[in-house]
């Protein structure tokens, strides 16, 4: 199982800004062990999406160092990073990033192709679980935020995980939505036996947090 590990890490957007907040992450150092569930709350612009981003691989801007598996991340190869986020990290982007010139059913093909660890008859029944069972054939870019967030969510379910990265997963739906999204959500953790961050503007209790910090 994956350890994260931080070390001072300080994005560039926020350099001079990180000791003017009582941050326990940014200029911190910080073990995550695996299994966690830790919940990160952050106001607008204190960098959720970043910290997600660095951690997935996405961003280089940064001081600092962090790790997954004693592996420093600044310095994993293409190659390391595809067999990661094929097998090991998963991810809801806050923006999302569906296509929105495919229907749903392809998105979800495109991510259920990559290691066929669940089917698509599955992935079908996890939206008609959300609510979306009319949606299987219609594009992305038709969507509600709120129907497209669900899509997303079901995406990330359609791999194998040792981690899952949740930024704002819930921001457009309601209570009644969330709550079925969060319990579909842990239900595949635990048959992961994964854990899990989750970023957010506001504290919630969508799950049985180990941890709770301040980004």
């Known amino acids: 199982m994956m350890q994260l590990e931080l070390d001072h890490i300080i994005p560039e957007p926020l350099k001079g800004r990180v ?49 997954w598996d004693g592996k420093e991340i600044g310095k994993l190869g293409d190659s390391q990073w595809a067999a990661l986020r094929s ?30 660890t669940v089917t698509m008859d599955q992935a079908r029944a996890w939206l008609q679980l959300l609510g979306l069972e009319g949606k299987w054939e219609q594009k992305a870019e038709t969507l509600s935020y709120g ?19 949740l930024d704002e997963p819930f921001s457009h739906l309601d209570d009644e939505n969330a709550g079925r999204a969060a319990k579909l959500i842990w239900q595949q953790v635990q048959v992961n036996k994964a854990g899990m961050l989750v970023v957010d503007l506001e504290h919630n209790d969508w799950f049985p947090y180990t941890r709770k910090m301040l980004l």
Request: aromatic share 10%.
């Open 147 to 165: 129907e497209r967030q669900r899509v997303a969510i079901v995406r990330c379910l359609l791999q194998p995980f040792q981690w899952l990265l």
């Open 19 to 67: 000791g003017q907040q009582d941050s326990e992450v940014w200029n911190c150092r910080q073990t995550i062990t695996p299994g966690e569930t830790v919940f990160l709350r952050a106001p607008s612009g204190k960098g959720k999406s970043t910290f997600m981003h660095i951690l997935y691989g996405l961003r280089g801007d940064y001081e600092g160092k962090a790790f």
């Open 87 to 116: 097998r090991e990290l998963s991810i809801v982007f806050q923006d999302l990033r569906l296509f929105g010139d495919l229907s749903v059913a392809e998105n979800l093909e495109i991510k259920q192709s990559l290691t066929h």
